[in-house]
């Protein structure tokens, strides 16, 4: 021990700790007697300093010992002079880190164990670190513990509570993404990682985020290697504890006072955060001007992280960097002035300044130094125009979000110059309505703003700097009001005028002010006496003599009757309790009679709008205007003039407005009817209707309306489906529609049908009979029946007696006889006796034939489609020489092919000789035209009555073997004499067919077998292939088969590879006895799929129906001494297991059709008589057979490679 301020050694300690083992670290606590050493075996030691008659001793005393585990780090808590009373230092705390756990442990009064942490299992070469801190949490300062190892910081927080004891608890978590060998706080925010490749990371502690990353492999940084692998001393030391000291470097890094010590080989660093204003200067420094103020602002706002040497409270702080920022916003405008490109484009210069100069006006305005930012910025910047008008433009934003409103009037003049010059008006009258604009000369800005258009703005300067309101008015009528006198259409910009006029004078009617805010509360009454003066005034200022009375007023009305008539509504619902405003209301409403009433020049919809406006007025409880009731008389006989059609929907409108808003208080009701009937105001006669419940009458009203009529039927619908109606008007309504059910239906068939199927289901008959019309009966059931028409009723519910449908049926007969099929196809409710009855009255033999063979006389109507075939045959037999686009010939090929379709339809269920009932009239028929001599029929018609023929014969084909129709073409007494010239093309035909069909299945077979041929070869092998066991020993007693000679057991082996003594097998349930043969199964294979396929397969070979594709593998075959007979018991052979499993897998690899059954398939029919696949000699048989089912399909592709 030495002293360091003579140099001086006091002690040395030669017992301190064991020896043979590496001092690595010796602290002292805060008590100066008191020390910690920790050595290489991993034991901690607490070292006591005294001096008793000028004898320095020191204690040793062991705290924890290397055999309960290897300490390697230790840290005692130091407070600062200023906490040396804090309640927590007269325990003179300790942490310890081994390599499994921390420990904090108190030294005083009496030793004491406080916390203990296990930290789990961490990559081993990784090292523990301690770091204690004083923080601020929850406005107490108490120390902090931070403990990491590997890449995870543990923050833990040390508080001592009332009774004394201390307790800690665990804080935020800091994951990192490198591995650390260095911790060091350098304030209560900061902390200071050093990673294992000797990177500083500088972390904010609070937010978790990295601040800065510095580079120090230059300081050659000392590791203490050595002690922790105890080289001075024989190297005894664990393997754990050598390879942590790989990384560390606990001594030869040290904080004090905000200061990092580095010691490397060479030279020791010293490393210290900078102070703000270092940081500021830095940046400066490298020309970084809006970095700087960026950084600066943050200092300002305290938002910065590791802030350095700014000290006092926040308004203190705040002018300390205001000041510099005021310094560096000067640099920052004269490096603007500076940096600007002397030639060059103008947009050059532009784009320069306007990236330098908002930058000075957004952080004057933070500041606050409006004063900086129009005094010396602005002259500044004025000394080069290019950045003055960008600095002009810049204002723009802040003045419309009003942050800027006090504007020096030198800055607001040259601001609407800068504008004004460059054609930016409508900018200009935006930024004055947001101005103090007090400053201005008024007269100059408002006659720019009538120059240029700019109303808002004129009306806003009148308003604010003169407090007049009442001449942007008369300004604006000066313009509108001609145009409007003399009936011309007015311009846009005087729509534009009128409109901004309606608004002003609403706003100053309701106290707010144009364009925005409000009007000075002493200022609204006068400001609104003034306006209702200047509206009723009898003439205008400068008046002609030919000015009529009431101009302002009339002019509006003119404008936009509806719009004015709005804004006097909105003004009137403030005038509650104001007697003077009361006297105005009446006043208006009074002139207003006398300008609309009097005059012929205004139109309906206007007097309306009129009305309509004073109904409302009039219905209000509070009401006190009066309205002469002679008046309302006056306009209905206006509305309802019936010698004036024009504008008819426009008056009828404009009525029904009135009434709604509360008018028909002033009509008589009666005479109001009376007079909508008379002028058609159908919509009138509703509403006066519906209020007296006569909900019948308005089904009248919707009928003689033909722009609603179709609305009947949503209306009829509600009232009889909506509840709050009573039964009496339900059933007067019901009565009304089915007296007018033929206006309905003529009307909309579709919605007529839906209405009486919802609302009239049991009274269809009752509809039916109403309808007299033939068309419109067929129409209305056609809606009611055909589910196409798209009408949604369940026909179900509907119970619709066949009789009507049959109704239907016979007048789509006569209707629309084509689509009679068609409709027959999804009707339900109909009986086939009496439609057929109907069909053959209107001679509809094509229907007559579809519904015979519904009813399942198959040959009755092929009898009358064969005779359709043979009238149409004989047309063109008979007829002259024709075209090849002759009609009847196509007429014949259409009634052959639904001949062909129907023979088709029905020959699976119907034996040979039913058949052959119906095809060879078929053919015949065809055939029939061709005996006769050939001069008789055009060669035309010959070659095509051939080609059908052949068409015929190709589809009998398929049912009727072919040995049947040649046999029945050569006996036809024609043919019989031996001339066979006119059948020859038949013939060869027939013969070209079976040609191909006879190769096709040749080759077909040809493949098969080859398939087969393979397929039984890789069986074979596979059955003989000698078997070899995986393992020696039974996979049951797990024993060698050769050691266990007990007795004379048999040794089955499996072609999976399995072994087993046979005496075990039988144990475990292995076999079953098949006609007297022994059956092994595997006993591991099985019983790992013991649930699914082998267990089916088991039962089936149980019962002795064993098919190659129903049993599971099974591969082994042990010959039993049973019944020699049992060899001879079937005339199938049966395959053993091992056979069976063999086959299977081969069936599985083409996952198709079995090629035996393909095989038996053919073999069968290749012995009948018709030797072809399709043949319709065997009856039930062939329409079982596995071509006709829809999923066959051959795989014609080259057998699979399995592996041996």
């Known amino acids: 021990m030495w002293d360091l301020a003579s140099g001086k050694l006091l002690r040395s300690i030669t017992d301190a700790h064991p020896p043979g083992t590496a001092i690595l670290h010796i602290k002292f606590t805060d008590d100066p007697t008191l020390a910690i050493c920790n050595d290489s075996g991993g034991s901690v030691f607490e070292l006591t300093f005294k001096r008793v008659m000028g004898v320095r001793t020191c204690e040793s005393r062991c705290l924890f010992s290397g055999s309960k585990g290897e300490v390697c780090c230790i840290e005692p808590l130091h407070s600062k002079p200023e906490l040396k009373d804090h309640p927590i230092t007269q325990f003179s705390l300790l942490a310890m ?7 904090v442990i108190g030294l005083k009064p009496s030793l004491k164990v406080w916390m203990t942490f296990p930290y789990g299992r961490m990559d081993p070469s990784s090292v523990p670190l301690l770091a204690w801190h004083f923080v601020a949490v929850q406005n107490y300062v108490n120390p902090m513990l931070a403990f990491c190892r590997g890449d995870v910081v543990h923050f833990l927080l040390v508080k001592r509570d009332e009774s004394g004891a201390i307790h800690v608890t665990k804080q935020k ?11 060091t706080w350098i304030n209560s925010r900061t902390v200071v990682l050093l990673d294992s490749v000797e990177k500083l990371h500088v972390i904010d502690r609070q937010t978790q985020e990295e601040l800065e990353t510095v580079e120090i492999s230059e300081v050659q940084l000392v590791y203490n290697s050595s002690h922790f692998k105890s080289l001075a001393t024989g190297g005894n030391v664990s393997q754990a504890l050598a390879l942590v000291g790989e990384k560390a470097c606990y001594q030869s890094i040290s904080s004090y006072g905000g200061q990092i010590f ?19 200067d830095h940046l400066l420094k490298q020309d970084c001007l809006t970095e700087a103020l960026a950084l600066a602002w943050s200092f300002h706002e305290g938002k910065a992280k590791a802030v350095v040497g700014l000290s006092g409270d926040a308004s203190k702080r705040k002018a300390i960097v205001a000041d510099r920022m005021v310094e560096i916003l000067f640099h920052y405008a004269d490096r603007a002035l500076k940096k600007c490109p002397d030639q060059g484009k103008i947009q050059v210069m532009e784009q320069h300044f306007q990236d330098m100069v908002p930058v000075i006006v957004d952080y004057c305005l933070l500041l606050q130094r409006k004063d900086l930012l129009f005094s010396q910025m602005y002259d500044k910047l004025s000394e080069n125009s290019v950045a003055k008008g960008v600095f002009l433009e810049c204002l723009e934003p802040y003045i419309l979000s009003d942050k800027l409103v006090g504007i020096t009037p030198q800055v607001m003049k040259d601001l609407i110059v800068h504008f004004q010059d460059k054609k930016l008006m409508e900018n200009v009258e935006a930024l004055i309505v947001h101005m103090d604009i007090t400053s201005l000369d008024i007269q100059q800005v408002v006659l720019m703003c009538w120059e240029n258009r700019l109303y808002d703005a004129m009306i806003y300067v009148y308003n604010r700097g003169m407090n007049e309101f009442i001449s942007p008015m008369e300004k604006l009528f000066r313009v509108i009001a001609p145009p409007l006198n003399a009936g011309r259409t007015l311009t846009d910009e005087q729509v534009v005028m009128g409109n901004k006029l309606l608004v002003y004078i609403s706003c100053c009617l309701a106290g707010r002010a144009y364009p925005l805010g409000d009007i000075p509360e002493d200022l609204v009454p006068l400001v609104k006496n003034q306006v209702f003066e200047f509206l009723i005034r009898l003439h205008s200022a400068e008046a002609s003599p030919e000015e009529e009375i009431y101009p302002y007023i009339r002019t509006l009305l003119h404008f936009d009757t509806r719009e004015f008539l709005n804004v006097l509504a909105l003004t009137f619902e403030d005038f509650k309790n104001d007697k003077q405003a009361v006297e ?42 009066f ?11 206006f509305l309802c003039s019936p010698d004036d059609d024009s504008r008819h929907s426009e008056r009828q409108q404009v009525l029904l407005e009135l009434l709604q808003a509360g008018g028909i208080v002033q009509f008589e009701e009666s005479r109001l009817i009376r007079m909508a009937e008379k002028a058609e105001f159908y919509q009138i006669c509703e509403f006066m209707y519906e209020r007296e419940h006569q909900y019948d009458k308005i089904i009248d009203c919707y009928l003689r309306d033909p722009l609603r009529e179709e609305e009947v039927f949503n209306y009829i619908h509600n009232i009889l489906s909506i509840p709050g109606h009573s039964a009496e008007e339900k059933q007067s309504v019901w009565q009304k529609a089915m007296d007018h059910i033929e206006e309905l ?8 049908a839906e209405l009486v199927a919802t609302h009239f289901s049991g009274h269809i008959e009752t509809v039916i009979k109403k309808l007299q019309n033939q068309v419109l009966l067929f129409k209305f059931l056609r809606s009611l029946l055909d589910p196409r028409e798209g009408i949604h009723i369940n026909q179900e519910l509907l119970q619709i007696s066949p009789s009507i449908t049959e109704q239907f049926i016979e007048l789509l007969c006569q209707f629309n006889p084509t689509q009679v099929i068609e409709t027959l196809q999804v009707l339900e409710c109909y009986r086939l006796e009496e439609t057929i009855q109907i069909t053959q009255k209107y001679q509809l033999h094509e229907v007559t034939a579809y519904l015979l063979e519904k009813k399942g006389d198959i040959h009755g109507a092929f009898l009358i489609m064969l005779e359709r075939l043979q009238s149409k045959l004989r047309e063109i037999t008979h007829q002259g020489e024709n075209t090849k686009e002759d009609p009847s010939l196509k007429d014949v090929e259409d009634t052959m092919v639904e001949t062909i379709a129907l023979c088709q339809r029905n020959s699976h269920n119907l034996n040979q000789q039913q058949r052959e009932a119906l095809w060879f009239p078929l053919l015949e028929a065809m055939m029939a035209p061709q005996k006769l001599s050939s001069s008789a029929i055009p060669h035309l018609h010959s070659e095509a009555l051939k080609s059908l023929t052949m068409q015929v014969l190709n589809s009998m084909a398929a049912f009727i073997a072919l ?83 007990e007795m004379a057991d048999e040794i089955i082996v499996f072609s999976c590879g399995h072994l087993y003594h046979s005496f075990c097998l039988q144990n475990k349930e292995c076999t079953m006895e098949i006609e007297g043969q022994t ?122 490679v399995t592996e041996d």
């Open 262 to 280: 580095y010691l490397g080989t060479k030279s020791v660093y010293v490393m210290m955060l900078r102070s703000w204003r270092e940081r500021v």
């Open 627 to 637: 309205v002469n009731r002679t008046l309302f008389d006056q306009v209905l006989e």
């Open 584 to 625: 105005y209301q009446q006043r208006i409403v009074d002139i207003l009679l006398k300008v609309m009433v009097e005059n012929s020049d205004f139109t309906p919809s206007q007097v309306g709008c009129l009305f309509t406006f004073l109904a409302r007025q009039l219905a209000k409880p509070d009401n006190t205007l």
């Open 745 to 752: 239906v003529s009307l909309k068939p579709c919605k007529a």
């Open 963 to 1045: 040995p049947s129709i040649l046999q029945r073409i050569l006996q036809d007494p024609v043919y019989g004499k031996g001339k066979l010239g006119e059948i020859q093309g038949l013939i060869l035909g027939m013969l070209d067919t079976f040609n191909y069909e006879q190769t096709l299945l040749e080759t077909t077979t040809s493949l098969l077998n080859q398939d087969l041929h393979w397929s039984l070869c890789n069986l074979r092998a596979s059955v003989t292939r000698g078997l070899n066991p995986k393992q020696d020993y039974c996979s049951i007693c797990l024993q060698q088969y050769k050691r266990r000679q």
């Open 1079 to 1200: 059956r092994w199964t595997c006993y591991k294979c099985s019983s790992s799929n013991k649930v699914g396929k082998l267990s089916e397969n088991s039962s089936e070979i149980k019962k002795g129906r064993v098919t190659p594709s129903q049993v599971k593998i099974s591969p082994s075959y042990h010959q039993s001494k049973g019944d020699p007979t049992a060899k001879k018991g079937t005339s199938e052979p049966i395959l053993d297991p091992q056979q069976i499993q063999a086959f299977d897998q081969l069936c599985r690899l083409y996952r198709g059709s079995s090629r035996l059954a393909l095989l038996t398939e053919l073999s069968q029919n290749r012995s009948s008589e018709s030797y072809r696949p399709f043949s319709g000699s065997q009856s039930a048989p062939a329409f079982n057979s596995i071509f006709q089912n829809e999923n066959f399909q051959l795989q014609l592709i080259p057998p699979p």
């Open 97 to 103: 880190a081994s390599l499994t756990k921390i420990l």
């Open 173 to 183: 978590h800091l994951h990192l993404y490198y591995d650390l060998i260095n911790f």
